[in-house]
């Protein structure tokens, strides 16, 4: 008998503790629903019972302010408590797939970075999340999570509790993959949007360097989000336009919600207990249905580890095995966000790309063994005064790319370290480091292969 296989991923952006006062609660629901209660934290109760509230509204209100939505992990303390537990084995056990393995998280880890207020006391900083994630999966040898891309763009007001939609206002989201380079050497294969959100810009700089996509919502508008203007008619997260199936497609130049020719390949997430656009009985079975049919799929769903997760997750892995009673040739499989498009795009198992690297005097030339994934290798340096610099290349031919640090772009007494990485077609990753003038040596290079890694989480 054929083997049909549900990959199960859950993608978790991954943004650390958040704090919200009453105060501020209330003020969410003024800009929301459009009212204008008076912003006192004695209110709250009284809104979690619908009084005062337009019987139009009160539903949603009340679903809002809920204890359910409001269940924040508001130190690290508090997060700690919850990945102590979920990061265990026997709490991983409690939910494993048909091959007898553990459940695994996806952690799509955001840098708070370049605000200048903090209301809602996020982890800013650089690495403020990232090195608390890879310490602690260390610490419980979750070896076969993996960490991606999470970004927000930098908001108009610089205040940290709020985004945009843009990657063009300012040049943080090259600051953090820099960074995240040559401080970590580790770059990403796969990208969870802020806000659920991509625009042109966006959708154009992931096709450079970012082969897999979690970012697709495609579904109805609902009548519940039509009425919340910060999320209503494509607010935020507007995927009204692209594919409402549990398939991956790739995007259009111009319309990254349309099935187009772009190679970049973006998968659906649902959200996991969220008052837009979430995962629901209906959709799971939609993924098996499809999965019976002779197509396997990807069951994609995120939600944020700012929020306890326990009870949702419970929820979601309870009704996955009650639909599973009525696909019984179906199996499933926990698999991280790469591997899961590898495998259903019948993408082949490769070595990553292999990138050599040699010095003409103060040229630089990068050839690679076998095609990359875009255009170019993602190219930066460190400074000695530490700022980090994103930069193009120049291209020679498919395979070989060039650089020249003089007196028009910055010369050696000048650099720390230079940083190269590549995905290729299988989503296999290639990051090196190197000081000017010499070639990255074994402890500053790092491959990652879809199918075993190599050299395991990034240190």
Request: net charge negative.
């Amino acid at each position: 008998m054929t083997t049909k296989t549900l990959y199960l991923v859950h993608c978790v952006d991954t943004e650390g503790p958040l704090y919200e006062s009453p105060q501020a609660t209330i003020k969410r629901v003024n800009n929301t629903f459009g009212l204008d209660l008076p912003v006192e934290s004695e209110l709250l109760p009284d809104l979690k019972k619908g009084i005062g509230v337009p019987a139009s509204l009160k539903a949603a209100v009340m679903d809002f302010v809920s204890d359910l939505r409001l269940n924040y992990n508001r130190t690290w303390d508090e997060v700690d408590r919850m990945l102590d537990e979920i990061l265990s084995p026997d709490w991983r056990q409690q939910y494993r797939d048909d091959l007898g393995q553990g459940y695994l998280f996806n952690w799509f880890v955001l840098d708070h970075v370049g605000f200048r207020t903090n209301p809602r006391r996020r982890a800013l900083g650089y690495h403020g999340v990232y090195e608390h994630y890879v310490d602690k999966l260390r610490e419980h040898r979750c070896d076969r999570d993996r960490i991606y891309w999470h970004f927000h763009p930098v908001s108009f007001c610089y205040e940290a509790h709020k985004t945009s939609n843009n990657f063009s206002f300012t040049d943080e989201h090259l600051q953090v993959l820099s960074r995240r380079l040559i401080d970590h050497l580790d770059f990403p294969a796969a990208f969870r949007p802020g806000s659920h959100t991509e625009r042109p810009d966006i959708n154009l700089f992931l096709e450079m360097w970012i082969p897999f996509d979690y970012g697709n919502q495609g579904m109805a508008q609902s009548r519940t989000e039509k009425m919340q203007r910060d999320i209503a008619d494509g607010r935020y997260g507007d995927w009204r336009r692209a594919t409402d199936q549990w398939e991956t497609y790739h995007p259009d130049f111009y319309d990254y919600q349309k099935k187009g020719a772009m190679k970049r390949y973006v998968a659906r997430a649902l959200n996991l207990e969220s008052r837009v656009r979430p995962i629901t009985t209906a959709e799971i079975e939609k993924a098996f249905q499809r999965t019976d049919s002779g197509r396997d799929t990807i069951l994609a769903i995120t939600n944020h580890d700012e929020r306890e997760m326990r009870p949702a997750t419970d929820w979601y892995m309870t009704a996955v095995r009650d639909i599973q009673q009525r696909f019984p040739t179906v199996q499933l499989v926990h698999t991280d966000a790469v591997d899961a498009i590898r495998k259903t795009e019948g993408l082949s198992v490769e070595q990553p790309a292999r990138l050599d690297f040699l010095w003409e005097g103060s040229r630089l030339v990068i050839k690679a063994d076998k095609a990359i994934w875009g255009p170019q290798p993602y190219f930066c340096f460190a400074t000695r005064d530490r700022r980090y610099l994103h930069e193009n290349l120049d291209r020679q031919d498919d395979l070989q790319w060039s650089f020249v640090f003089d007196t028009d772009t910055l010369e050696f007494d000048q650099l720390e370290w230079i940083g190269v990485a590549t995905n290729d077609d299988r989503g296999n990753t290639s990051v090196y480091r190197m000081q000017p003038g010499a070639v990255p040596s074994k402890t500053d290079t790092r491959y990652r292969n879809t199918a075993s890694e190599s050299g395991g989480q990034p240190t």
